[in-house]
């Protein structure tokens, strides 16, 4: 299960190679980048059906989702 931990880790070491930030702001927008990867990995490697249900439910009760 250590799949959706290495895949988002992988994604922003390689983004912070590229792209130099410094501060809180560093923070934010790479904390922010590895929750988005970790919540689509989990959802696609993690998730069974029936978790997978209850976040489409909210997913469409906020009209994120068709």
């Known amino acids: 299960?250590?799949?959706?931990?290495?895949?988002?880790?992988?994604?922003i070491l390689i983004i912070m190679h590229f792209a130099t930030l410094?501060?809180?702001?560093?923070?934010?927008?790479?904390?922010?980048?590895?929750?988005?990867?970790?919540?689509?990995?989990?959802?696609l490697l993690v998730m069974n059906k029936y978790e997978k249900d209850i976040v489409n439910k909210v997913l469409k009760k906020f009209h994120l989702m068709r």
Request: glycine residues 10%; charged residues 0%; neutral net charge.
């Open 1 to 11: 299960m250590t799949i959706p931990f290495i895949i988002p880790i992988i994604i």
């Open 22 to 43: 410094h501060g809180y702001l560093n923070l934010i927008v790479f904390g922010g980048i590895y929750t988005i990867i970790y919540s689509i990995v989990a959802y």
